[in-house]
């Protein structure tokens, strides 16, 4: 290889390390290490030479909770809270939506049909059960809770609101376990677009730190009637 | 705690092997470096353990994937961490907005206690000092904290041309160095 091409993959491989290089060469060039022995082999070269820097950062051990969730993940243990977890994983990187939302839009639609323009959301289990049944109205959300709502006596269900713009979650207050809860739209939410709700499991009384704190359960997107 | 990297390449190879208790003693040994890199580039705790938590998903599917041209276990678990971090980050655009940069780095990397890296790390120590003290901060920068160099220069004041041959100027040379 000559010197100047060397060059060249050195300037690459630190953009590809440092994550300078975006979105589509990122790709190409990840697609290239793969092709070509010598692009990878420059990677690991740069990884090894960059690497020990973080050997200089004072340990942080996590959360021992993050062990568990692992286990989890690889399908060691089972899931320790009262309905299937979705990891924060799910909320952060992919909003995967139930699909089934735009089918409970319909069913729904009917006892509806009254009122004003409104947003309506379903909050359900994996196995498809609904739990909450939620609606927007103006600046008040109605909340109800259906009887598959797993009481927690040590817990509060918390509902997120996560904006569309990427910004941190807000919380939109506690979920009842049963009956009906009217909660009113927090102003710190005013004029921002919903790109999905979220419920997490928080110690009684709500995250402390005005984030989720706890395993996020369930997402849910919002339809508007 | 200190481990050689002959123990963590035991621990990686049984792990390989479907082995889950030399998995969870690597967790044990090498989480807490994981989890600083973590939250160095993320800066939200949620989102570094969820990143902590996607990279030994990933070490232990990939464990028969290891060798030694990869680097140091420690180097390759490390690259696991950050390139998770590194999507994370770009996927939720959020660097802007939660980054507090008046939390400076230290100027220099801390001194032992080293898993695995030792000899390349202090090697590593050395040829950063040698470096001019704002190619040294620039690189700092774009590895520990995941800046772009826009990013870079909105934090140093420096022009975007400057950061951008600094980095390039100062990795030039720290390859210099450290494949002399």
Redesign the interface.
């Known amino acids: 290889m000559k010197y100047q091409q060397q060059e060249l993959l050195?300037?690459l491989a630190?953009d590809f390390?440092?994550?300078?290089m975006?979105g589509g060469a990122r790709r190409r060039f990840q697609q290239l290490m793969m092709a070509r022995p010598a692009v990878r082999?420059t990677v690991?070269r740069?990884?090894?030479?960059?690497?020990?820097?973080?050997?200089?950062?004072?340990?942080?051990?996590?959360?021992p909770?993050?062990?568990q969730?692992?286990q989890q993940?690889?399908g060691?243990v089972a899931p320790t809270v009262s309905a299937p977890p979705v990891?924060?994983?799910s909320v952060?990187?992919g909003l995967a939506f139930a699909a089934s939302v735009a089918l409970a839009a319909v069913m729904l639609k009917p006892m509806l049909s009254s009122m004003p323009q409104q947003d309506i959301a379903m909050i359900q289990s994996s196995d498809a059960k609904a739990w909450w049944l939620i609606s927007k109205a103006q600046q008040k959300l109605t909340i109800k809770a259906t009887p598959a709502v797993a009481a927690e006596t040590a817990n509060d269900y918390e509902l997120w609101m996560l904006p569309a713009n990427?910004?941190?979650p807000i919380s939109l207050g506690l979920l009842p376990q049963q009956g009906q809860r009217e909660l009113s739209w927090p102003q710190a939410a005013e004029g921002l677009a919903i790109a999905a709700l979220a419920v997490s499991l928080e110690p009684r009384g709500g995250s402390a730190t005005g984030?989720?704190?706890g395993p996020v359960l369930f997402t849910a997107q919002i339809v508007t009637l | 705690m200190e481990q050689s990297q002959q123990q963590l390449l035991q621990w990686l190879f049984a792990t390989a092997q479907g082995n889950k208790q030399a998995f969870e003693q690597l967790y044990q040994a090498t989480s807490g470096k994981l989890f600083s890199v973590s939250l160095h580039l993320l800066r939200r705790n949620d989102w570094a353990e969820d990143v902590l938590q996607d990279a030994y998903v990933r070490i232990w599917h990939n464990a028969g994937d290891y060798h030694a041209e990869k680097g140091s276990v420690m180097s390759w678990m490390i690259s696991i961490t950050r390139y998770r971090a590194l999507d994370l980050l770009k996927s939720r655009r959020v660097k802007a907005e939660h980054l507090d940069l008046s939390e400076e780095l230290p100027d220099e990397v801390q001194p032992g206690e080293a898993i695995g890296l030792v000899r390349d790390k202090v090697k590593l120590d050395d040829c950063m000092q040698g470096l001019a003290d704002e190619h040294r901060q620039s690189i700092q920068l774009a590895y520990f904290n995941g800046l772009s160099h826009q990013e870079i220069t909105a934090h140093t004041g420096s022009p975007l041309g400057s950061v951008k041959s600094w980095i390039r100027r100062g990795l030039t040379q720290l390859k210099r160095c450290l494949e002399a």
């Open positions: 050195d300037a630190v390390i440092l994550g300078a975006r082999e690991w740069w990884e090894q030479h960059l690497n020990p820097l973080a050997e200089g950062l004072p340990p942080t051990p996590p959360n909770a993050v062990w969730r692992i993940r690889l060691w990891s924060y994983r952060w990187l990427g910004q941190a984030a989720p704190t």
